[in-house]
Structures are given as structure tokens and as C-alpha cells.
């Protein structure tokens, strides 16, 4: 018998609204208790003092790479990535090569994940064949595998086509899966670089307008509403798209929706270096935007924090601004640069925080047993967080095996200390243990 | 040789390390670099076009995207000045050639070109180049984003034909939007002081105009009167393809410039053209060829700027303030 004791821990867990020192006892795997003062007995004490404990986070959009990009990132090094960023479970986007969008692949993703053993991967299938936007992809057959595909997404690629995006909201619903479509409207952003305002139109570089996402949020509203089916959108970035999803919630349209640390935070006047590392799709915003989006986040609106880990091999990024792909590194920076930028400003206790890095997600898809919060008899997956631990962000020091960090240089605050998935610790001391 | 030098007194412009976009400049570094251009001008009118100021000085032109008329105009100012002159082209951009931006920047870095002309498709690639090289950069356009040269020899242009800048009326016609010129222009005439109206379709508008301290106005005949400089942009006509405006006939209407527009002009007012024009879309025949045009003066004119430029940024490294000696 193994077992572990979290002691004195500052331990918060959205799911009982629990925001109090106490003790996690561990045992095979699972957590048996969690309480005040429980005696240590043989227990293997684990000394929590001025740390905060928390069920491990789930990143709703990843981007592993493996099978077909390994020069930018694989399975191993985006599970170190997901473990030394406190996530137990991640969900990889299907824009791979070979796409996604059949269980071969999908199992192939997951026995691979399995053997790093970091963090439990729950594939996203794709919605279409070749993420072509064209024909569905087998649904059936991906959510049947032992990978249990219940999410759908052409990330990267929008499904431009409504009767296509139509049907994909009637066949998921089958399955009881969500389809979540990249939302930009390919004819308004043909060509785009960065959002379009006034920084474009100075450094000359097209616009990508909030438009092109908010029309394809505002039809796929309109297309779930109808059908009734299950609708999540990806990565929300303009304001109007808040309130387009704040609308559809009042009236009952069964929408979940996420947002990036970095839409969280960064804005498009930083752009003016040029540095590709701040090339991302959607583009980041303006103030306005980010001060809607942390709003939603705050209130409900935005159900989860997601990362959108996109990793680049550097001589991708080396290029000029134009020939740059699109993405940023995420799953090692996300909880603090929240913690840095939205709870230690107010705008977010810990406690909805840390909700919006497990209970969110969770209500989102179905990710097993995480995201369910600190219960006896449940598996331990746990993250242990330092509030005080003050950081520069060094991209040679990332797990990633990519660099593209836009917060390189930035100071953040907390760091996960140790990350446990069912009970064993894949980040122990701030080290990844493979 | 004092006709090689630039205006004998020194001045107190800050020097320049790089030129890439000209809201880097202030008035007085605008200034220095007209003066220049106007006492190197005369070297074009001697039978031996050729002065010893940058022998032994390498200059790289490195044209990413295609130009002709951009290339030559540095060409030969950087030979009249005696500087040796390679020429580094490539068809798109580096990625073509497989080989990353950053390894193209580090070759010429390896190569010790002694100043840098890059003209590239990309906006931003001269500001990326001037991050792995400490040479001069001279951005010869970029994208949509820049063409400070070309607003140099306008503003030395305008500056010759009206006797300042200050306070001058200037329109500026056509495709902003698109247009690495419109965004230079109307920096380069901010600064100096001079007053801008921007006209154009809505569809051909930067997005957030108003955040660019011009005015706008709809079409040229709202302005056509009441300006010193009538400045009309090349209009690509791809662009109807894309809705941007419906017919290159409809064009001409509403934002081209015509001999009875010609007529309406203020006096002394001239036209100006970055070209290439095309002549029966932004401009009709009669208005090329009229005595308001000073067209070939604008490129006649960007030999004598380009050389200030190169002279500026390569003579005298070091010397952090006398910039004229």
C-alpha cells in the first residue's frame, strides 16, 4: 500500500466550494480523505504549508502534434509540457497528419500517451474527413474506440459550409458528443495577419476583423438553437462574441465556450516588433476585447480557460511576420499567467479560477474522472501550486520542445510545484518525472 | 570636394541608425536628409556622375520581391556615391528558397555588407532584419507597411515645386488601404507639418482612419480644388475583382483625375504619381502629360534622396552628432 498525506495545504476545489487549509490523504492512487489535521500515521507526508492544492487542471485544446510534427512538438514533450503546467488531462486538437478522424488515429494518439504516462489524453476528433470541411468524419466510430471521442473539431480549419456544419450538430448529437467549430468566416479573413484596427492599418499588415468570428458564432448559434444540439465555441476573442454567447445562454442554447490565457492578457499593440511569436489564430485583440473577456470569464459566460498550446518549431517562427504559422505555446504558463493577470487584480478569486481550469472544462466534455474535484474514492489527480513563487518565463527552460512563447521575459506568479495523476507525481519539486 | 558634402553647417538631428519607417523621424532628421539631397543633387548634371564618398563601402540590395524601378533608383545612388553594390533578389521570400528569414539575415551579417536596402513583400521584414544585423537598414518597402524613400523624394519634391511643406494641402488618392506609399506620405507630411486629406472608396480605407490625424473625403472632386498636391495612387485592378470598387470606369469617375479636374486645380498646384501609373484608371493621359505633373521630377529626385540616405547612415558611423562633417 502507498500512501501519501498533503499536509496544511491551502486546499481549494470548486466542485464543494471548499477554500480552506486541510489535509489530502492519498492512498493507491486515490484520495481516501481530505479533512483538517489527519493523522499521518504511515503515511508519506507531503508538507503543503502555504501552498495551494487543487484538483489537476484540464486543458480543453492542445495541439500535441504527434503524428505528423514531431519537429515541433510529440506526445512526450507536450505531456512534460501539460505536467509542469499542473494538468493531469489534455485534450489534442485532430489537425495532425494524418488528421484525426478515425480511431486508428486516435488510439494511436492515446496508447502513445499512455506510455509517456504524464497526462491522460482525451483525443478531439475531427468533425470532417481531412478536416476538409466536406464529408463527416466516422463519429460513431471514434466515439466507440477506447479513446471515447465526444468532442468534434476542425480546429484551424473553419467548417465554412452551414448545411455541413447543420448536420454535424444533428449526427453528434447521437453520440451525445459537442462539435466546436473554429469560428472565422473564411471569406472575411482571406489573407488576414492580425486583428484589423487601428495598429493594422498602421503597420500594414491585412485585418483579420471580429466580424469574421462573430458572424460564424452567431450562424452556429443559430444552427445549434435549431437543431438543438450541443455547440462549444473554441478559443473566444471579441467582445461581440461574448455577447452573442451570453444571449444564447439566457435563452437556453445548450453553448459552452472557452478562452486563452493569452486573449486573457495580451493585445494587439504589441505587434509592432514584428515578433511572429505573437502570430495567433484568432488574433489577439484590443483592450476593450480582453476587458469583455475576462468579464465572461468571471461571470459564467466563458465556462473554461483552454490553452490552445500551439506549438512551432523555431524556424518556422524565424520568418517574417507574413510566413509565420499561426500559434503560441500555453500549457506551461496558462494558471499563472491567470493567476498573475486576473486573480492577483481581482478580477478572479482562486476559486472560480481554479473552476475555470477543472470544473469548467469538465462540463464541457466528458474527460473521465477529472475535473470532479477531491472526493474520497475518486483517482487522485492533483495539482500543488505555489502562490508565491515568482518567475521568469525562459523559453529554453520550457518542456516544450518549441519556444514560441509570447510571455517570454514576463515575470508570473505561482507555480505548480507537484502535479499527481492517480496518485503518482508527474511533476514532484517543480521536475517532471518521466 | 565640398559639393559632395552634405549642407556645411552641422546640425542637431539625432542620427539616424536605421531608416524603416519615417514616423522614426523627427522634423529635423526629415530636414537634414532634403538639405542633403539638394546639395548631391547637382552631381547628377556633371559628365562624370561619380563621387568617392562610400568607396570601399559595400551595400547589399536585397530585394525579396520584385522591383524594378526601386531597385535601380538605389542602384545608381549607391554608385554614383562609389559604394560597391550587390544585388541579393529572390522571388518571394525566404521560405521559397528553404531557408529560413533569420539564416537569410545571418548570411549577410556573415558577409560584411557594410548597409542593407531590403524591399520585401512582408511588412515588418525590415525591422526583423535590423534585430540580426548592426549594419544600416534601409527599408526600400515592405508590404503594405512602409516606403520611406519614396515619401523622402515626394516631400523633397513638393518641398522644390511649392517652396515648403509647412502648412501645404495635400490629397492623397486612391488605394490606401494597400498602399506602403499612403502610409509613408502621410507620416512623412504629418511631421512636416503639412495638412492631408485622404480620398477614397471606404472600401480603400485603413480600417480606424480616424486615429490617423487626416482628414477624408469621398471622392476628388470634394477636394480637387482646394489642395496644392493632388497625389494619386496606383490602383491595382485586381482589386474590383475582390469588390473593392466596381469597375476601373467607375474609378476614374469618382476618385480619378481628369483634364477638366485639371482645370479646377488651385495654381501652382501639381500633380504626383509614385508610379507605375496607369494611365486611363487613377489618371488620364492629358493629366501624365501636363505641365502640373512632376512625375519625372519624382524619380529624378529619388536618385538625390537615396543618395542622402546612404550618405547619412554610412558616413561618419561613430560620429554620434556631427552628422555634416
Known amino acids: 500500500m502507498s500512501e501519501l498525506l498533503f499536509k496544511n495545504g491551502r486546499v481549494v476545489d470548486p466542485t464543494s466550494d471548499h477554500d480552506a487549509t486541510a489535509d489530502v490523504r492519498v492512498v493507491d492512487g486515490d484520495v481516501a480523505e481530505v479533512g483538517p489535521d489527519l493523522g499521518a500515521g504511515t503515511a508519506e507526508i507531503v508538507d503543503c504549508s502555504g501552498l495551494i492544492v487543487t484538483p489537476g487542471f484540464v486543458d480543453l485544446h492542445t495541439h500535441l502534434r504527434e503524428p505528423g510534427f514531431e519537429d515541433a512538438e510529440d506526445i512526450a514533450t507536450g505531456s512534460a509540457a501539460a505536467a509542469a503546467g499542473g494538468f493531469t488531462a489534455v485534450c489534442p486538437m485532430a489537425n495532425t497528419e494524418p488528421v484525426c478522424d478515425s480511431a486508428a488515429v486516435a488510439e494511436m494518439v492515446w496508447r502513445r500517451s499512455v506510455e509517456v504516462g504524464l497526462v491522460d489524453v482525451f483525443p478531439v476528433g475531427a468533425i470532417t474527413k481531412g478536416l476538409k470541411g466536406e464529408e463527416l468524419a466516422e463519429f460513431g466510430e471514434l466515439h466507440s474506440s477506447v479513446t471515447r471521442v465526444d468532442m468534434f473539431s476542425d480546429d484551424g480549419m473553419p467548417v465554412a459550409d452551414p448545411l455541413i456544419m447543420r448536420r454535424a450538430l444533428q449526427y453528434a448529437s447521437t453520440f451525445d458528443a459537442v462539435v466546436c467549430n473554429h469560428s472565422e468566416d473564411p471569406s472575411l479573413t482571406e489573407g488576414a495577419e492580425m486583428n484589423e484596427g487601428a495598429v493594422s492599418s498602421v503597420l500594414g499588415l491585412p485585418g483579420w476583423p471580429r466580424e469574421a468570428e462573430e458572424v460564424m458564432v452567431a450562424r452556429d448559434l443559430i444552427l445549434a438553437a435549431g437543431v438543438g444540439a450541443r455547440l462549444h465555441v473554441p478559443h473566444v476573442s471579441t467582445a461581440g462574441t461574448v455577447e452573442l454567447i451570453r444571449a444564447a445562454k439566457q435563452r437556453g442554447i445548450p453553448v459552452t465556450a472557452e478562452v486563452t490565457p493569452h486573449h486573457l492578457v495580451l493585445t494587439d499593440d504589441l505587434i509592432e516588433t514584428y515578433d511572429a511569436n505573437l502570430k495567433v489564430n484568432p488574433p489577439l485583440r484590443t483592450e476593450r476585447d480582453v476587458t469583455a473577456l475576462r468579464e465572461a470569464l468571471a461571470d459564467g459566460t466563458i465556462d473554461a480557460v483552454a490553452t490552445d498550446h500551439a506549438p512551432h518549431a523555431p524556424e518556422h517562427k524565424d520568418q517574417e511576420w507574413e510566413h509565420a504559422p499561426c500559434g503560441m505555446l500555453g500549457l506551461e504558463t496558462a494558471f499563472a499567467v491567470v493567476y498573475t493577470e486576473l486573480v492577483e487584480s481581482g478580477v478572479l478569486d482562486l476559486l472560480t479560477a481554479v473552476a475555470r481550469f477543472t470544473t469548467g472544462p469538465s462540463s464541457v466534455r466528458d474527460v473521465g474522472e477529472h475535473g470532479r474535484g477531491l472526493r474520497a474514492g475518486e483517482p487522485a489527480h492533483l495539482t500543488v501550486i505555489d502562490p508565491e513563487a515568482i518567475w521568469t518565463v525562459t523559453p529554453s527552460d520550457l518542456q516544450s520542445k518549441s519556444r514560441n512563447t509570447p510571455f517570454a521575459g514576463r515575470k508570473l506568479t505561482t507555480r505548480p510545484v507537484h502535479t499527481l495523476l492517480r496518485g503518482r507525481f508527474t511533476l514532484r519539486d517543480g521536475q517532471v518525472r518521466v | ?325
Open chain 2, 1 to 325: 570636394m565640398t559639393s559632395t558634402a552634405p549642407p556645411a553647417e552641422t546640425t542637431t538631428a539625432a542620427r539616424m541608425k536605421h531608416l524603416i519607417a519615417i514616423g522614426d523621424l523627427d522634423a529635423a532628421q526629415i530636414e537634414l536628409i532634403l538639405d542633403t539631397a539638394e546639395s548631391l543633387r547637382e552631381i547628377a548634371t556633371r559628365p562624370i556622375k561619380k563621387v568617392p564618398t562610400l568607396r570601399g563601402r559595400t551595400v547589399c540590395n536585397l530585394f525579396l520581391e520584385d522591383s524594378t524601378r526601386t531597385r535601380i533608383s538605389f542602384d545608381i545612388a549607391a554608385k554614383r556615391l562609389s559604394a560597391d553594390v550587390i544585388n541579393f533578389s529572390a522571388k518571394g521570400s525566404s521560405v521559397s528558397k528553404g531557408e529560413s528569414f533569420k539564416d537569410t539575415a545571418l548570411t549577410l551579417r556573415a558577409m560584411g555588407v557594410d548597409a542593407v536596402v531590403v524591399r520585401s513583400h512582408s511588412a515588418g521584414a525590415p525591422l526583423q532584419l535590423a534585430h540580426y544585423l548592426d549594419v544600416p537598414i534601409l527599408n526600400a518597402g515592405d508590404g503594405w507597411h512602409q516606403h520611406p524613400t519614396q515619401a523622402l523624394l515626394d516631400l523633397f519634391t513638393m518641398r522644390d515645386h511649392l517652396g515648403r511643406l509647412d502648412g501645404i494641402d495635400v490629397a492623397i488618392v486612391g488605394d490606401i488601404l494597400h498602399s506602403r506609399v499612403a502610409r509613408s506620405e502621410v507620416q512623412g507630411l504629418n511631421t512636416m507639418g503639412a495638412n492631408v486629406t485622404l480620398v477614397a472608396p471606404p472600401t480603400l480605407l485603413p480600417p480606424e482612419v480616424d486615429t490617423w490625424e487626416v482628414s477624408v473625403a469621398r471622392t476628388i472632386d470634394e477636394v480637387v480644388a482646394e489642395v496644392d498636391v493632388v497625389y494619386l495612387l496606383r490602383v491595382q485592378r485586381e482589386r474590383m475583382n475582390r469588390a473593392f470598387f466596381p469597375s476601373t470606369r467607375e474609378y476614374a469617375r469618382f476618385w480619378g483625375m481628369d483634364s477638366e479636374r485639371l482645370e479646377r486645380l488651385r495654381e501652382g498646384a501639381i500633380v504626383m504619381h509614385p508610379g507605375p501609373m496607369n494611365r486611363g484608371v487613377e489618371i488620364t493621359a492629358d493629366v501624365a502629360d501636363s505641365d502640373r505633373q512632376v512625375i519625372t521630377d519624382q524619380v529624378t529626385n529619388g536618385i538625390a534622396v537615396r543618395m542622402a540616405c546612404l550618405y547619412l547612415l554610412l558616413s561618419g558611423r561613430g560620429d554620434e552628432v556631427e552628422v555634416g562633417a
